[in-house]
């Protein structure tokens, strides 16, 4: 870290290494050589007070070289003035533009971030409604199976009474044989009886065995016909216990046919659902767009801050190069001057100074 202030005696100490090194004591020179530190108004004031102390120039050479001092030590402290402003103004405007930036970019990502809540809150509704309808499409088909086996129990039982009803049928044409054949049999009777009036007494006993059995065969008949209404009565009840059968299985129709209206309903909403998630999925893409697009705004303001690092870089670089010429203009004067007041430098130290040899005032 450097020091907050100088002493006198370092500045003396630097300026007399320098000079013994054989180079020009100049404010940036003794500020290098005393390790950065000190500010150049104090350097300015110390080496213009030394050389007051030491004297031994005339008054044109400590004018002249006061004056070039002076101007070279301004136009520095100018040059270095406008660097450290423009430096300042370059850091100022990239960190604000970077700070947009990260705020622009901090409120997209809490934009998407929301926008994911949102499409989870959706996709869990999404497969709830699923869920919800597979379980529906269960009950309905198990419907479907149940009511198709009472069909097919009523079916069956139709099939049944169609049976029995043709098995009544049956009954009553054999009744009404019976009856005709009975019939038939009192009128064959009669007849006989006046065609063989005269054969009663012989025969009576064959008509009273005949009467017997027709007595017996009606009785038989007789049963068969209250068989054959109890049968009836049997299938009329059952006939009764179909209908009312059908009329519950006719109700439970009405109620799946609600329920499928109520799953094309539902269905109708898990279609509107996937359409609000596609929706929902297009939005999220513009915003990854939007994101990437972001990303490359920021990466060429990344590669435009590094180009003014670049320029910043070249303006110190320049910066450097016109104190150099400031040093060198200074030592160019001082050759000149003490070329006037005392001997000539020699070829090869005006080279190595950088600046074409003194010549005497006579050449």
């Known amino acids: 870290m450097a020091r907050a202030s100088i002493y006198k005696s370092e500045v003396v100490r630097a300026r007399d290494k320098l000079l013994a090194m054989g180079r020009y004591p100049s404010i940036d020179a003794v500020r290098i050589e005393l390790g950065n530190t000190g500010s150049k108004g104090t350097i300015h004031r110390y080496l213009k007070e030394i050389e007051e102390e030491q ?8 004018a002249v070289s006061e004056a070039i001092q002076e101007l070279s030590a301004r136009l520095a402290e100018r040059l270095h003035e406008e660097a450290e402003q423009r430096i300042v103004a370059l850091s100022q405007k990239h960190k604000a533009e970077i700070g ?25 509704d999404l497969a709830t409604e699923k869920a ?15 009511l198709a086996q009472q069909a097919q129990r009523l079916e069956d039982m139709a099939g049944q009474l169609a049976k029995e009803e043709g098995y009544r ?15 038939h049999f009192r009128t064959a009777a009669k007849e006989q009886r006046e065609h063989d009036h005269r054969q009663f007494e012989q025969q009576i006993q064959f008509l009273q065995t005949e009467l017997r059995t027709a007595k017996e065969t009606l009785a038989t008949k007789q049963q068969e016909l209250i068989r054959s209404h109890e049968d009836n009565a049997r299938l009329s009840s059952e006939l009764a216990h179909a209908k ?10 009405r109620t799946l046919r609600a329920a499928k209206d109520s799953l094309a309903v539902a269905e109708m909403k898990n279609q509107q659902w ?8 297009e939005r999220v893409a513009r915003l990854l767009a939007e994101n990437l ?4 705004k920021l990466a060429a303001t990344v590669e435009t801050a590094q180009r003014q690092e670049t320029e910043l870089a070249a303006t110190r670089a320049v910066i450097a190069s016109h104190e150099q010429i400031f040093q060198k203009l200074t030592v160019a004067s001082q050759v000149v001057v003490d070329g006037r007041n005392g001997p000539t430098l020699q070829n090869g130290e005006a080279e190595r100074l950088d600046v074409p040899a003194a010549t005497s005032p006579g050449t």
């Open 293 to 296: 697009e972001i990303a490359q």
């Open 274 to 281: 996937a359409e609000q998630a596609r929706a929902m999925d």
């Open 100 to 124: 947009e930036l990260n705020t622009a970019l901090s409120a997209m990502r809490g934009e998407l971030a929301s926008l994911r809540h949102q499409v989870e809150g959706l996709t869990t």
């Open 244 to 253: 009312a059968e059908f009329r519950r299985l006719d109700h439970e129709m």
């Open 169 to 183: 049928a049956s009954l009553e044409e054999k009744h009404q044989h019976a009856h005709t054949a009975l019939e």
């Open 55 to 62: 004297g031994g120039n005339s008054g044109a050479k400590v």
């Open 132 to 146: 919800a309808h597979a379980e529906k499409q269960a009950t309905l088909q198990e419907e479907r199976t149940t």
